[in-house]
């Protein structure tokens, strides 16, 4: 094992595991942006006089790294511990997985005969999914955000993989960015729904894509093929009313966010 710090955060001790080296973890951007996410918290503790542990405030002391994954050369994935403690040896559940944000896809298909308006149909992904322990898990299309973080260009791109559908950058809205604001609230953390907060720094911001198609090429949606299979990707698109999308999604937390989201904001008028 062998112990570096991180330039921005001098004071810290962080223990690296064998195999894995200081530039492969400064390199990992989840983990530079965790680190400057928590210490910033950690300083509102003192900046602030009415936080609830300005009395005692937490401090980091240390981070060790238990485990990681590579992606070809660069960190994919890591597993570690903080010791965030206070004066009076009180601590904090510090286990993490980092594995930095992804994008979900809200893809909405209404029939252009203008039957009626409020008929949409949403495109929803089945495929395997070895942590959840299932092979045909439902939810809306995702992809993890690319080493430079561009979230739009991700969503584009996860959209045409994932659905065979070809848009462009500005043809997407940002759900959780309309809902949270450009500042996101809160000790600068991302834009986006925290599905699993307890372990996990993973933020997904939704985005939604509306388009007019004919009707009677809706079912050529139905039980297509799609996905990268050369990077293990096996996908059966499903497609399904708005109305249900609650329901037929109900395990999936992104479809749920996506739902909330996208149903305030139309009650309000900005969608």
Not at 96 to 111: N, Q
Request: hydrophobic share 35%; glycine share 10%.
């Amino acid at each position: 094992m062998t112990t570096v710090h991180h330039p921005s955060h001098p004071s810290i001790p962080i223990i690296l595991p064998d195999g894995l080296t200081e530039d492969q973890l400064l390199n990992f951007r989840p983990f530079t942006s965790w680190l400057s996410t928590l210490t910033t918290s950690l300083t509102s503790q003192s900046t602030t006089p009415s936080h609830p542990f300005s009395p005692n405030p937490y401090t980091l002391r240390s981070v060790k790294i238990q485990s990681f994954d590579l992606f070809g050369p660069r960190v994919g994935f890591l597993k570690l511990v903080a010791d965030v403690k206070n004066d009076k040896n009180e601590t904090l559940p510090g286990a993490v997985f980092l594995r930095g944000p992804s994008v979900a896809m809200l893809v909405m298909l209404i029939p252009d005969d203008g039957k009626d308006e409020e008929e949409r149909y949403v495109l929803l992904t089945v495929q395997p999914r070895v942590a959840a322990g299932s092979l045909e898990f439902v939810e809306l299309p995702a992809g993890m955000v690319d080493e430079e973080g561009e979230f739009v260009g991700t969503a584009a791109r996860e959209i045409e993989e994932e659905l065979g559908i070809r848009i462009e950058e500005r043809e997407l809205r940002n759900l959780s960015e309309m809902a949270l604001g450009e500042e996101g609230g809160g000790e600068g953390l991302g834009r986006g729904v925290y599905p699993s907060p307890g372990a996990c720094d993973e933020f997904i911001p939704i985005f939604m894509h509306e388009r007019r198609v004919p009707r009677d090429t809706l079912k050529e949606w139905e039980g297509k093929l799609t996905g990268l299979r050369e990077h293990g990707e096996k996908i059966t698109l499903r497609l399904v009313k708005m109305g249900d999308l609650w329901r037929v999604g109900g395990r999936d937390g992104k479809t749920l966010a996506a739902v909330a989201l996208w149903e305030e904001l139309r009650r309000e008028g900005r969608v």
